[in-house]
């Protein structure tokens, strides 16, 4: 995608755990565990168009919130690059503050996220004034204006984050990362905490400044329901690996990989298809372990379709008609 507005290009994260000397002479001697290395994210390439808000989807551990981070700028790759508008701002050897200018993070818990020592107004205000986007003089008014923006009086300047609920602290962290003015939002599963029906009051916010602000944006979610209202392209994520990747309607109406569909059959409904089964249908088995994932397609040793192929050769991510992508051996006739 030669017009997009960030660009993950075989995009490794590993976290290692390094063993002081005491535990490296028990390893020596047998009597504990080796050095040891999670693969959170394995040669992951994705593209975010312009305006396009793109959902990452898959089990908890699966690591999409630590994708997230690595296009936020939190963590540099160990493999790949990420690039935006088209200049690599973030590869291996190079880690520039400036992203964090463009590009801006709504945290899962908004009760971890906010300062519990400053007030509203001084949290919004922090990044503008360091990064010189607004002045001191000026900092009240721009805060008073973003916080209306997201549906909050101006006059909660004032007050601390343990005054307000849930949801009024998830629009305060809405409008700390839009007063960035980002090029992009990364939004890691912003309503997972959230009740119900306040869930439904910042999605419809979500939906609203995206209308309004013409944002672009990298949508983190397990809920499918969720994704389905939010999503312009979804990318389904398992154990590192990006399975498939296409349109929001064209993955619900069609699912290609063995693992979409079987998060889709997942969802509870209230009425059942004609000949469907109503019952609720879990996916068989456990998401394996990170520190040792299965050779070959990592999803095999859950799949139904499994064959001598899957467990030694790990699929490729291909092209299955005109923009949608699957990683499974599988897979209806591909084009290259």
């Known amino acids: 995608m030669t017009s997009a507005l960030l660009q993950l290009t075989a995009v490794s994260k590993r976290f290692s755990r390094t063993l002081d000397a005491g535990a490296r002479i028990a390893a020596w001697l047998g009597a504990g565990e080796g050095a040891q290395t ?29 994708l997230g981070r690595v296009a936020a700028g939190i963590y540099a790759p160990d493999d790949g690059t990420v690039s935006l ?31 519990p020592r400053m007030i509203v107004g001084d949290i919004i205000a ?4 360091a990064h010189g986007l607004v002045s001191r003089d000026d900092a009240s008014a721009y805060v008073a204006q973003w916080l209306t923006r ?9 007050r601390y984050p343990h005054q307000f609920s849930g949801g009024q602290r998830q629009r305060i962290a809405i409008a700390r990362a839009l007063a960035m003015q980002p090029d992009l939002l990364i939004c890691d599963e912003p309503v997972a905490s959230l009740d119900v029906s306040i869930q439904a009051q910042v999605l419809n916010l979500f939906l ?16 499918l329901g969720v ?14 690996r990006v399975v498939e990747l296409g349109a929001t309607a064209e993955i619900f109406a069609a699912a290609q990989h063995p693992y979409t569909r079987a998060l889709l059959a997942s969802v509870p409904r209230l009425r059942r298809h004609p000949g ?3 019952g609720f249908k879990p996916i068989e ?13 990592h999803f095999n040793p859950r799949c139904p379709m499994a064959t001598d192929r899957c467990r030694a050769e790990p699929p490729e991510l291909v092209r299955v008609g005109v923009n949608r992508q699957v990683a499974c051996h599988h897979a209806p006739s591909t084009t290259p």
Not at 227 to 240: E, F, K, T
């Open 38 to 66: 999670v693969r959170a994210v394995e040669s992951v390439t994705l593209a975010i168009a312009p305006r396009e808000t793109l959902a990452l989807v898959g089990e908890s551990g699966c690591g999409k919130s630590t």
């Open 85 to 115: 508008h088209g200049a690599p701002v973030m590869s291996v050897a190079k880690r520039p503050r400036k992203i964090t200018t463009k590009v801006q993070t709504v945290f899962q818990d908004p009760f971890a996220s906010l300062n």
């Open 126 to 129: 922090e990044g503008p004034l």
């Open 150 to 158: 997201v549906g909050l009086d101006a006059s909660f300047g004032t």
């Open 208 to 223: 609203q400044l995206r209308r309004e602000l013409g944002l672009t944006c990298l949508f983190i979610s397990h809920d």
């Open 227 to 240: 994704v389905r209202h939010v999503s312009d392209r979804v990318a389904i994520m398992y154990l590192g």
């Open 276 to 278: 469907g089964d109503a």
């Open 285 to 297: 088995g456990e998401i394996p372990s990170p520190l040792a994932p299965p050779a070959g397609c």
